[in-house]
């Protein structure tokens, strides 16, 4: 960044852009600790459109962090459906018991307390510091990185993340951190939507597997699965399911290492 009316011109394309096209969430109208936590544990992975409708119907479910620190972990699994990576779900059930037993049912503020939590990494403690609580951080993700490579890299390829968070460093404001980063977030969908993807042009871009017979989709049917009945056999698995067993039984015991699922030899049900 060569002066600061540079960066001051940046910010007003970036703001410009948010007082006309600003897009309107349920965890940015009622910005709450809880509500902001658990946005972001929905948004890893899931694009904010799919997260809008699940949010508001687990919001209304469990709609505080000790609720849901004392819900079933099937009661939450069973929200959880249509979002996939249920894994994320488990790691918010174990956070929400964290933080009733730790902190009394208050999320912390510091960056280091917040990262200890399970499923919290540099990313989503710095992004529930921002949206949360106000607080200056610095943020990249894939909507952000694609404002920063289109309006200073257009026509670099392999962007490396060290070259663009000096200029977030530099050009963020400091003052209003919540508001920046949403209209941040909010022109990078759009420049996403617009042009040929920005975000395709950084070196950390990495295009995702097709979901239809993966693991992934395997793992998601026996979770699903699992909600709706308390247990099942290998066989009646396989038949909801309908994946090769080979298929089955390998995501299985993937589920059962990570602590998702148990089984007693015979059944499998929700740990």
Same mark, same amino acid.
């Given at each position: 960044?060569?002066?600061?009316?540079?960066?001051?011109?940046?910010?007003?394309?970036?703001?410009?852009?948010?007082?006309?096209?600003?897009?309107?969430?349920?965890?940015?109208?009622?910005?709450?600790?809880?509500?902001?936590?658990?946005?972001?544990?929905?948004?890893?992975?899931?694009?904010?459109?799919?997260?809008?409708?699940?949010?508001?119907?687990?919001?209304?479910?469990?709609?505080?962090?000790?609720?849901?620190?004392?819900?079933?972990?099937?009661?939450?699994?069973?929200?959880?459906?249509?979002?996939?990576?249920?894994?994320?779900?488990?790691?918010?059930?174990?956070?929400?018991?964290?933080?009733?037993?730790?902190?009394?049912?208050?999320?912390?503020?510091?960056?280091?307390?917040?990262?200890?939590?399970?499923?919290?990494?540099?990313?989503?403690?710095?992004?529930?510091?921002?949206?949360?609580?106000?607080? #200056?951080?610095?943020?990249?993700?894939?909507?952000?990185?694609?404002?920063?490579? #289109?309006?200073?890299?257009?026509?670099?390829?392999?962007?490396?993340?060290?070259?663009?968070?000096?200029?977030?460093?530099?050009?963020?404001?400091?003052?209003?951190?919540?508001?920046?980063?949403?209209?941040?977030? #909010?022109?990078?969908?759009?420049?996403?939507?617009?042009?040929?993807?920005?975000?395709?042009?950084?070196?950390?871009?990495?295009?995702?597997?097709?979901?239809?017979?993966?693991?992934?989709?395997?793992?998601?049917?026996?979770?699903?699965?699992?909600?709706?009945?308390?247990?099942?056999?290998?066989?009646?698995?396989?038949?909801?399911?309908?994946?090769?067993?080979?298929?089955?039984?390998?995501?299985?015991?993937?589920?059962?290492?990570?602590?998702?699922?148990?089984?007693?030899?015979?059944?499998?049900?929700?740990?």
């Amino acid at each position: 960044m060569s002066s600061q009316a540079a960066a001051t011109a940046f910010r007003d394309t970036v703001y410009g852009f948010y007082a006309r096209n600003k897009r309107v969430f349920p965890w940015r109208t009622n910005p709450t600790g809880y509500r902001v936590l658990v946005a972001e544990i929905m948004l890893q992975q899931t694009q904010a459109d799919r997260v809008t409708p699940k949010f508001n119907q687990f919001i209304s479910q469990f709609p505080t962090i000790k609720k849901l620190a004392r819900a079933n972990r099937r009661a939450i699994l069973k929200a959880w459906q249509g979002l996939g990576y249920n894994r994320r779900a488990v790691m918010l059930h174990q956070l929400a018991q964290t933080v009733v037993d730790t902190y009394r049912g208050r999320l912390p503020r510091a960056d280091e307390q917040l990262r200890a939590l399970p499923g919290v990494g540099p990313y989503t403690a710095s992004a529930i510091r921002v949206f949360a609580f106000n607080l #200056d951080a610095v943020l990249i993700e894939t909507n952000i990185r694609s404002v920063y490579i #289109d309006y200073f890299f257009p026509r670099a390829k392999k962007v490396d993340d060290k070259k663009i968070l000096p200029l977030i460093t530099e050009t963020r404001d400091r003052r209003n951190p919540r508001r920046w980063y949403s209209a941040l977030m #909010d022109y990078g969908a759009h420049l996403k939507q617009t042009k040929d993807n920005p975000s395709r042009r950084s070196r950390s871009h990495v295009t995702q597997k097709p979901f239809a017979n993966s693991n992934r989709q395997t793992r998601g049917r026996i979770v699903a699965a699992l909600t709706k009945s308390e247990k099942l056999t290998l066989a009646e698995l396989i038949k909801k399911v309908v994946q090769p067993k080979n298929r089955v039984t390998k995501a299985l015991r993937q589920l059962i290492d990570e602590g998702l699922i148990v089984t007693n030899g015979h059944y499998y049900l929700i740990h």
